[in-house]
């Protein structure tokens, strides 16, 4: 099994500009989400799904939109990014609810607005 | 209304014990803790439920206070291989998840 996998690795984004953070998981997992990591601190989560065609808001969803229209794949998008969307992206993957499944992780997405 | 972790971060020699406390304000029904080395993503270590249940790493054990709100992470004879951000991380309202505000641990030899 690949596990949790995003494209691309890095991104170079210019201030207005939209893009979309792909996002895949073959192990058949319910849940999935999507958290932002900045320099030297902790992840916020940004969107989660518990199923196909299911998502909603995480703590931190301005400026993005998600959508969920198979199991495996649950890509981000970022529209009319701003230098404050410099961050690093994980995408996550659980088989059930956090309350009692662990999480795995995909390699992440460097993201830089200039 | 993220949980607190301390300390912030913390160097210990190879072979020397640390614990990595977790703190919330809200109650809490499981924990996680996951360690993330720098340019990596988070890797699962631990889960404590309600109830003792713990599902996880072999080498490495936690603690679970329901009534204080709190967790605790232990990591004994520590190694090089141990060093790296550790974040506990749990679940409040819904399906939201928060991570903890993270410690730093380096082990040197």
């Known amino acids: 099994n690949a596990g949790v996998t995003q494209t691309p690795k890095f991104r170079i984004l210019k201030i207005g500009q939209s893009m979309t953070l792909q996002c895949t998981q073959d192990?058949?997992?319910?849940?999935m989400y999507w958290y932002r990591q900045d320099p030297g601190m902790g992840l916020k989560l940004i969107y989660y799904?518990?199923?196909?065609?299911?998502?909603d808001k995480g703590e931190v969803p301005n400026g993005y939109n998600v959508s969920r229209s198979t199991t495996e794949d649950f890509p981000l998008r970022l529209e009319l990014a701003a230098p404050s969307q410099t961050s690093v992206y994980f995408c996550?993957?659980?088989?059930?609810?956090?309350?009692?499944?662990?999480?795995?992780f995909g390699p992440g997405t460097r993201l830089t607005v200039t | 209304q993220q949980p607190v972790q301390s300390p912030q971060a913390v160097i210990l020699r190879e072979g020397e014990d640390a614990v990595i406390n977790c703190s919330s304000s809200?109650?809490?029904?499981?924990v996680h803790w996951y360690r993330q080395k720098h340019g990596e993503a988070p890797v699962f270590l631990m889960i404590?439920?309600?109830?003792?249940e713990q599902k996880g790493h072999d080498k490495i054990s936690a603690s679970f206070n329901e009534k204080k709100q709190q967790s605790s992470l232990y990591l004994t004879a520590s190694q090089l291989s141990y060093s790296g951000t550790y974040f506990c991380?749990?679940?409040?309202?819904?399906?939201?998840?928060?991570f903890g505000t993270g410690t730093s641990l380096t082990v040197i030899p």
């Open positions: 996550a993957s659980s088989y059930g609810t956090s309350s009692s499944y662990e999480q795995y």
């Open positions: 809200k109650a809490l029904y499981s």
């Open positions: 404590l439920l309600k109830g003792g």
């Open positions: 192990m058949n997992h319910n849940y």
């Open positions: 991380g749990t679940l409040y309202t819904g399906n939201q998840f928060y």
């Open positions: 799904s518990v199923g196909a065609g299911i998502t």
